[in-house]
């Protein structure tokens, strides 16, 4: 690339991840291009939760309040056990009393951050129906290759045409999800899929239960479900939906509610174990018939031994992918993104007599400087407890309902695991400021 010029920058991916980094990348003055494979960008999925660290970042990026109008407010969360025990009380408020989550439709956290890529169009290009093959690195610049499909309308019907192409970067970001190809190899130090799944589907929203807590249910480790509040979808703003999961092991999740039958034994093994909310499902879960759209879930461990190096950074889950079982994952992409932007800021201020260049190495240095501690936390704990939540162990169950009964009990515990679910875990005995994450000081390079 030539000298002395604004950095561009690509994005592989428009998730969660590379729409705000590309967001925290244009308010730099830093030009980039969004390579994403889809043809426009209707993100598949149910609900997911928003944890007061991925809110930090909404609030810095400025589009918390519009989250608010069409998320739902989550102010903690409940697990119950068969006998009406709580196997988890976690409520925000008992790690700050301003804490609380938003529960959003994967589609309304797409629509608030696509929109807030529109506010730079001189600064962010977007390639869509692209898919980036390989990078291939030199001391002076990046070059991606790939694939752009378009469509021919000069014959009587519209064909697709795959047209290769390459282009050449400052710098690649790679945030193309957990099944991403494209991560450096030598970085990988785990990349393997999980044995277990999920099945979920969007239904009206449910009032029989407290409608701004995080519901779920466990028996042993072989049964989980969850009804999360999920708000709206920006095309039906009145109309509040429930997200509704259920775990299975990988193998199982294509035969999930295959007909009445199956459907109705269901709704009775939920009955017999947490009767409210099998009514509630049976008034909202459709006959299988009518076509239900179930989605299907599968999980993967990805395990990197450094997250960026020279021109190529990756971030999201293709540099962390984990189990969901404690609700981070579009949380970490979202601290993935604003560190990413602070690492930039702190690379180009160096410079301070030419801003328009960027020092690699102490950018990736202050990134994992940022997320490198939290991001094993994370990981560590997930891998330690998804056992104790999705396994065919028999005593994994039982140690986990015994153990937990017990740690809620003290006040230390309980305050920890509520700034753990809070996302905001820097390390074992170590957390990240809220206020840090969510300040915007408006600095641009001009």
């Given at each position: 690339?030539k000298?002395?010029?604004?950095?561009?920058?690509?994005?592989?991916?428009?998730?969660?991840?590379?729409?705000?980094?590309?967001?925290?990348?244009?308010?730099q003055n830093?030009h980039?291009?969004?390579?994403?494979?889809?043809?426009?960008l209707?993100?598949?999925?149910?609900?997911?939760?928003?944890?007061?660290?991925?809110?930090?970042?909404f609030?810095?990026?400025?589009?918390?309040?519009?989250?608010?109008k069409?998320?739902?407010?989550?102010t903690g969360?409940?697990?119950?056990?068969?006998n009406?025990?709580?196997?988890?009380?976690?409520?925000?408020?008992?790690?700050?009393?301003?804490?609380?989550?938003?529960?959003?439709?994967?589609?309304?956290?797409c629509?608030?951050?696509e929109?807030?890529?529109?506010?730079?169009?001189?600064h962010?290009?977007?390639?869509?129906?692209?898919?980036?093959q390989?990078?291939?690195?030199?001391?002076?610049?990046?070059?991606?290759?790939?694939?752009e499909?378009?469509?021919n309308?000069?014959?009587a019907f519209?064909?697709i045409?795959?047209?290769?192409?390459?282009?050449?970067?400052?710098?690649?970001?790679?945030?193309?999800?957990?099944r991403?190809?494209?991560?450096?190899?030598?970085?990988?130090?785990?990349?393997k899929?999980?044995?277990?799944?999920?099945?979920?589907?969007?239904?009206?929203?449910?009032?029989?239960?407290?409608?701004?807590i995080?519901?779920?249910?466990?028996?042993?480790?072989k049964i989980?479900?969850?009804?999360?509040p999920?708000?709206?979808?920006?095309?039906?703003?009145?109309?509040?939906?429930?997200?509704?999961?259920?775990?299975?092991?990988?193998?199982?999740?294509?035969?999930?509610l295959q007909?009445n039958?199956?459907?109705?034994d269901?709704?009775?093994?939920?009955?017999?174990?947490?009767?409210?909310?099998?009514?509630?499902?049976?008034?909202?879960?459709?006959?299988?018939?009518?076509?239900?759209q179930?989605?299907?879930?599968?999980?993967?461990d990805?395990?990197?031994?450094?997250?960026?190096?020279g021109?190529?950074?990756?971030?999201?889950?293709?540099?962390?992918?984990?189990?969901?079982?404690?609700?981070?994952?579009?949380?970490?992409?979202?601290?993935?993104?604003?560190a990413?932007?602070?690492?930039?800021?702190?690379?180009?201020?160096?410079?301070l007599?030419?801003?328009?260049?960027?020092d690699?190495?102490?950018?990736?240095q202050?990134?994992?400087?940022?997320?490198q501690?939290?991001?094993?936390?994370?990981?560590?704990?997930?891998?330690?407890?998804?056992?104790?939540?999705?396994?065919?162990?028999?005593w994994?169950?039982?140690?986990?309902?015994?153990?937990?009964?017990?740690?809620y009990r003290?006040?230390?515990?309980?305050?920890?695991?509520?700034?753990?679910?809070?996302g905001?875990?820097?390390g074992?005995?170590?957390?990240?400021?809220?206020?840090?994450?969510?300040?915007?000081?408006?600095?641009?390079?001009?």
């Amino acid at each position: 690339m030539k000298k002395n010029h604004s950095p561009h920058f690509a994005i592989i991916g428009a998730g969660t991840a590379g729409l705000t980094a590309a967001i925290l990348l244009a308010r730099q003055n830093i030009h980039v291009t969004i390579f994403e494979k889809v043809h426009q960008l209707e993100p598949v999925g149910a609900g997911l939760l928003l944890q007061p660290s991925g809110l930090a970042v909404f609030e810095h990026l400025g589009v918390l309040e519009e989250a608010l109008k069409l998320g739902a407010v989550v102010t903690g969360l409940e697990g119950q056990l068969p006998n009406g025990q709580l196997l988890v009380n976690s409520h925000y408020h008992q790690a700050h009393p301003n804490f609380y989550g938003i529960g959003i439709h994967r589609a309304t956290l797409c629509h608030v951050l696509e929109k807030k890529c529109r506010e730079y169009p001189e600064h962010i290009t977007w390639r869509m129906n692209t898919d980036i093959q390989r990078l291939e690195e030199s001391s002076n610049e990046i070059r991606v290759y790939g694939t752009e499909n378009t469509q021919n309308h000069q014959q009587a019907f519209d064909t697709i045409l795959n047209a290769s192409f390459d282009d050449s970067f400052d710098a690649v970001i790679i945030a193309n999800g957990a099944r991403s190809t494209l991560r450096p190899p030598q970085w990988v130090k785990v990349d393997k899929a999980y044995p277990w799944g999920a099945k979920w589907t969007i239904v009206p929203e449910c009032l029989e239960l407290e409608s701004k807590i995080l519901h779920q249910f466990h028996d042993r480790s072989k049964i989980m479900m969850g009804i999360l509040p999920t708000g709206a979808v920006p095309t039906t703003p009145n109309q509040r939906l429930s997200s509704v999961f259920w775990s299975l092991p990988s193998h199982q999740l294509d035969h999930f509610l295959q007909d009445n039958t199956s459907r109705s034994d269901w709704l009775k093994d939920i009955a017999k174990r947490w009767k409210p909310a099998a009514d509630w499902l049976e008034q909202v879960i459709a006959e299988p018939e009518d076509k239900q759209q179930w989605l299907t879930a599968h999980y993967r461990d990805v395990v990197m031994s450094k997250f960026g190096e020279g021109r190529i950074g990756v971030i999201g889950d293709a540099a962390h992918a984990m189990s969901p079982q404690l609700g981070q994952g579009a949380n970490m992409a979202l601290l993935d993104a604003w560190a990413l932007g602070q690492a930039v800021e702190s690379a180009r201020s160096s410079h301070l007599q030419n801003n328009e260049s960027l020092d690699y190495a102490q950018l990736w240095q202050n990134y994992h400087q940022h997320r490198q501690s939290s991001t094993e936390f994370y990981q560590f704990l997930s891998r330690l407890l998804t056992p104790l939540y999705q396994s065919d162990l028999w005593w994994a169950g039982a140690f986990r309902d015994l153990t937990f009964s017990w740690m809620y009990r003290i006040p230390y515990f309980r305050k920890e695991m509520a700034i753990t679910v809070s996302g905001l875990k820097s390390g074992m005995f170590s957390q990240m400021n809220y206020e840090n994450i969510a300040k915007n000081n408006k600095k641009t390079h001009l």
